[in-house]
């Protein structure tokens, strides 16, 4: 990997002080997630939409199991500069006593969309910076084959069951190694990201039909059960209100038969068009409806109307009705539309709602460290030990060797004795690590899972070796300003 070497000193200093010279690459990259609090507040909607179906349909995101690869041959690691680190949330320095270990507060999952549209996930943690908004994860948990950034990205501190206890924290800024972006090297498999401040559902309330059309959060239909006399009702009175069930082609009547009721028949566009106003079958029933949707509503539906979609993945369907009047008596079920919207609470920044590891770099590879994430993939022979529902955590010391790992683009990774599986990627390697407080200092992020002894079972993991570079990463992340997304009244704030 080429490695490009500024000064530690130069580690405290503002962003302008790590410019670089025109013909040098740099060491670091960063891309834009979702810098306007517009585009991050959908995307954590989608996240928190149907009481958080997306996220308990996301799959951890890796390659296969069976193509973990095999540790090739041992090479000798040693830093590139002077110890260094920054202290995690708190002033005691971290203690290794307590024989126990207790999850951090600050591990949990990822979410984004791969490039194919589907849900996927990784491990990360929150680290302590400047601004308290920064989290540490695997590079490919943001950066697809190290090029292009993936869509909707978010991170759900403490994770558990589609839950999200301390809010939802949407990416504005990743900041990765230059070589992991441009050339796809595995050395530098690891990336900073800056998010907005959180926030989650607080509850719900009912609204009109133009707040729910207004609103730009999470929002649903309540179906309310009434009447045939209440709907026909609320259909001369262009109400919102529908019917389901299967009508028989004699039960169909014209609008002055004695109790006639009137329902509504979804119809295509052109048909909608060349229908005539006033009362009749076939004539128009009110003015379309455009609603949003799923990818997986807009995916499923094969209806007469039209599935429209964004360049930002946000979906709608418009449906477009007219008049079919039937006998009274038929065997259907009537509702009233309730339009309801989530209500959404600013969580505040991530650091002060869970903390921040600490974070140090050319540290000695012989000491022990203690690895979190969330495994679920099996192994390859199958097996399957973990549900990537709860964190799982490995300890004990990286070796004096680095290994060379075939299948990637790889020089020098740290390696763990470890049996987690893929679902970890991005989890914290913490060193120094106090069970009181439970904090330490990120050392490492899981990178690749191997199989050693050719078994067919996972028994080491890696992570890129935190060295100056990683600093330079780190520093120029630890800078990024973020924003609140929501004000006091769950409203979105402009910016």
Known sequence: MKRLLVPLAAACLGATALALPATAEPSWISDPLAPKPADAYSDAQFWLDANGAALKKAT???VDAKDVPKLVRPQTQTGDGKPGGVAPTGTTPPSTKSKNVNLPKTIGKVFFLDRAGQPRWCSATSIQSRHRNLVATAGHCVYEHGKDVFRKWVFVPGYYQGKAPFGVYVGAYAFTAYDLDTYD????????VAVHNGFRLAGEKKVTKAEFDKWAGDKWVKPRPITA???????????????????????????DYPGAVLEREEAGAQAYKDAKTGKGNGYKF??????PATKAEHDAYEGP????DDKRGNYTITRYYVQKWVKPGTTRKYYMAEYMVGIVKDAGRLGDAVGGQGIAWNQPMNQRVIAFGYPSAPHPDGDRPFSGLTPKWCSGKTGTKTYQINTFRVETHQVLKCSMTPGADGGPWLVRYDNNKRTGYVNGVTSLFVDEDGNDRVDHITSAYFDGE???VYNKANYAETKKIVGPNGELLPG
């Open 229 to 255: 006399e209440e709907y026909g009702k609320c259909l001369l009175n262009l109400g919102d209100c529908y019917s389901e069930g299967d009508d028989k082609p004699a039960d169909k009547v014209g609008p």
């Open 60 to 62: 951890q995101y890796r």
């Open 470 to 472: 990683v600093a330079d």
């Open 286 to 291: 009110g003015e379309p409806e455009t609603v």
């Open 305 to 308: 109307g039209d599935k429209g």
């Open 185 to 192: 090297d595995y050395d530098g498999d690891f990336a900073f």
